[in-house]
């Protein structure tokens, strides 16, 4: 059976560092979705926006970082009483800046992507994350 909730699109981004590390950002207890869980930094895309500006915009607001985007790594969906979000999972690049939450978010840490499995992702990303771990 097809959904008749709208469907909206969202990108969010593996930021890699020097290290080969990856960003992951713990949602603010005050969040209206998945407060407390960890999640990659991304977000809505704008009309008019292209989908790396997108991605660049949201980790720059959310993170205070600079990234290059490279190629896409995989693809996840959800449901919120409203919508179907279907999430773009992008390969960033840090290339300056140190991170600075936004207020979405109250934790960061860089993570080997065969750990991100030990965290407790928001529910859209652990397949995403269990497959990481295996490569």
Request: net charge negative; with cysteine; glycine share 8%.
């Amino acid at each position: 059976m097809t959904s008749r909730k709208p469907l909206a699109l969202s990108v969010k981004v593996l930021v890699f560092d020097n290290e080969g590390r990856c960003l992951v950002l713990k949602r603010s207890m005050a969040s209206k979705g998945n407060p407390g869980k960890w999640d990659f930094p991304g977000g809505k895309v704008d009309p008019g926006e292209t989908l790396d500006e997108a991605a660049r915009r949201e980790v720059l607001e959310e993170t205070g970082l600079e990234i290059t985007i490279g190629r896409v790594l995989g693809a996840a969906e959800s449901e919120s009483p409203t919508s179907r979000i279907a999430y773009l999972i992008l390969e960033g690049h840090f290339v300056s800046g140190e991170v600075r939450l936004s207020e979405e978010h109250e934790e960061f840490a860089w993570v080997a992507p065969e750990d991100l499995h030990e965290y407790d992702l928001v529910s859209q990303l652990r397949a995403f994350a269990l497959s990481r771990s295996r490569d």
